[in-house]
């Protein structure tokens, strides 16, 4: 056996690079750069933490601050643009534009916030945030959408980790922020602008598609911490962070040295090799006519043109209008186009439990901090709302995602019926916080966060799986269209507007009334009481509906679903395994014939001798 070592002088320094190559460019890497990216992506769900120096700094009253909220959401869940573009361009060019669209509207609402610029009018506003906001679907497109592909029969998990992080960032960039900044709250703003911008043009490069191959193998404690605290703790934040880094090196070396013994072995053999491509026997003529008759396709001679009927012809299948065959779609798990996935009645019952469930638990997120205030929560308490909902979101997409695939491998349980149970359970918190039982509002964050975190890998995986791969940026960003919807039903039209109603009526018991240009505040229960048992209620219909997705995919699930990557992923190590051995098949022979049709058998005989045999 030869055993690649990294020795002194030139073969020792070759070695270094190729090791560093090996991990730099290789796919685990990329994963590791996409959790980077992700880990800052999600500071949407930081609104809580700086709404109130918007609503105070610009006087805005609470429909107002909601309509901002919406914009804001409706900016990071309508990623249609990033798909297309997805559709059409490398990841890199998705990437550059969100940093960009980041750091521009972000950077705009600081310096109004900060008085730095004149009092924009509220529909400024609406674009900045909705700008700034929209680079999360573009970072999503570009790393999430990429690592699905590169990764297909792992999608569950694969959605987990990296929808995990974009939760957990809420956390991470609090840390920061606190160690940076101290307790200047005007001053995240502008952090949110540029690091996530940052990490996008650090790793633009990295994320990139692949071959698929496969691999074996608080609640009554409180603690006041200061700035240089923060700094240690963000500091232990950053280390877990770049943890996986060592998995990377770890993995990436491993494959490397395989393939370098492989090498080895090769070069110190004198091997035979031998390729055998076999085909399945066509079928038994069912007459001596038939027998005797050659293939029709065999018979036309090698340089005539295809005088094949115009129905059967390429040019003619892909010339066929979208129209024709929207209403005709392919086979559950078979690769739909995007009219006939949007106009599948299994994408309308997942877009409108989404509008139901996601539109719930994101109005309580985005109210956290006037919830609390309401409460009558101290103010330091809201960055722990905040801290609390973001790593539960975190846990929520990781647990759905992990939970999802293994159940679903070895149990067939259906992703559809474990959304279901997270509606259900997003129910509890919203009865919480209705009812503002005291210090309830950290156990309704919690519950709200796993529930928030846990719907987005499902919700996800599903459409991946129902409708297929090919174009999957784009159907990843429609499905995530409904968050807006139904944010700004229930956040906009309900929570606003039944918060700004209370508020009044507090004023007018007092005999006050509201001065122009400031803000509208409300205290007590009753400000959000029935805006949360609407909603409550909202997200019980919307359960319900998804069950019915349930009954309607559950053969499918019971299938065998990724049987065409694990034979595609079979392909491509054969090929490789052939690359290996010196031998250069030629591409459309192996894409010209499916894998479950194709076998490829390698034999080596070495004829080296050993001494004392």
Not at 44 to 49: A, C, I, K, Q
Not at 247 to 261: D, L, N
Request: with cysteine; proline share 5%.
């Amino acid at each position: 056996m030869v055993v690649a070592k990294m020795s002194g002088g030139g073969a020792g320094w070759r070695d270094v690079r190729g090791v560093t190559a090996q991990i730099v460019l290789g796919r685990w890497f990329m994963v590791f750069a996409s959790f980077l990216i992700m880990s800052a992506a999600g500071a949407t769900y930081m609104f809580g933490l700086y709404s109130n120096d918007i609503k105070t700094s610009l006087g805005y009253d609470q429909t107002t601050l909601n309509l901002l909220s919406f914009f804001k959401d409706l900016g990071s869940n309508v990623g249609i643009l990033s798909g297309l573009i997805n559709e059409v361009t490398p990841p890199w060019v998705v990437l550059v534009i969100g940093a960009v669209m980041n750091f521009s509207g972000y950077f705009m609402i600081w310096l109004a916030v900060s008085g730095r610029i004149a009092r924009p009018h509220v529909w400024h506003m609406c674009i900045y945030i909705c700008l700034g906001a929209n680079s999360q679907s573009f970072a999503n497109t570009g790393a999430l959408v990429t690592c699905v592909k590169n990764f297909p029969e792992s999608r569950g998990v694969v959605l987990g980790l990296l929808k995990g992080f974009v939760g957990l960032s809420g956390a991470i960039i609090t840390q920061i922020y606190h160690a940076l900044y101290g307790n200047n709250s005007k001053a995240l703003i502008l952090l949110i602008g540029w690091l996530p911008a940052a990490i996008s043009f650090g790793f633009v490069r990295t994320i990139r598609i692949m071959r698929v191959v496969r691999q074996p193998n608080e609640l009554k404690k409180r603690f006041d911490f200061n700035q240089y605290e923060y700094g240690g703790s963000a500091a232990a934040v950053l280390i877990l962070l770049f943890l996986p880094l060592a998995v990377v090196i770890r993995e990436e070396i491993a494959m490397w040295k395989s393939k370098r013994q492989r090498q080895a072995l090769n070069r110190s053999c004198s091997s035979q090799l031998m390729v055998t491509v076999e085909k399945p026997s066509a079928p038994a003529p069912t007459t001596t006519a038939e027998a005797a008759e050659p293939p029709k396709a065999e018979a036309l001679p090698p340089q005539a043109p295809a005088a094949a009927a115009p129905s059967s012809s390429p040019v003619s299948q892909k010339s066929a209008s979208c129209m024709s065959t929207m209403f005709r779609p392919p086979d559950r798990g078979e690769d739909y186009t995007i009219l006939q996935a949007l106009v599948s009645v299994d994408m309308l019952i997942l877009f409108f439990a989404t509008i139901c469930g996601v539109g719930g638990t994101l109005t309580a997120i985005d109210n956290l901090g006037q919830i609390g205030l309401s409460l009558g929560y101290p103010s330091r308490s809201i960055s722990t709302f905040v801290s609390l909902v973001s790593i539960w979101n975190y846990l929520g997409r990781v647990v759905s995602g992990f939970a999802s695939e293994i159940f679903l491998k070895k149990y067939k349980f259906p992703r559809p019926l474990m959304l279901t149970m997270t509606l259900l359970l997003s129910c509890v918190g919203h009865l919480l916080i209705a009812f503002g039982v005291p210090g309830s509002l950290y156990v309704a964050s919690v519950i709200i966060g796993f529930c928030f975190g846990a719907q987005w890998p499902l919700l996800f995986a599903i459409i991946s799986e129902i409708f297929g791969l090919k174009y999957y940026s784009t159907l990843y960003n429609f499905g995530a269209v409904a968050s807006p919807i139904g944010l700004y039903i229930l956040n906009v039209r309900v929570a606003g507007h039944l918060y700004d109603k209370e508020a009044n009526k507090q004023m007018a018991a007092f005999g006050r009334t509201r001065a122009p240009g400031t803000d509208l505040s409300c205290t007590g229960v009753d400000c959000y009481k029935l805006s949360f048992i609407i909603i409550t209620a909202v997200t019980l219909f919307g359960a319900v509906v998804s069950y019915v997705l349930v009954h309607r995919t559950r053969d499918f699930y019971r299938s065998d679903i990724y049987k065409k990557f694990r034979e595609e992923a079979m392909a491509a190590e054969a090929e490789m395994a052939l690359a290996d051995n010196g031998v250069q098949l030629p591409r459309e022979r192996l894409q010209e014939e499916k894998p479950s049709s194709v076998s490829v058998s390698v034999t080596t005989t070495a004829t080296a001798t050993r001494t004392g045999q």
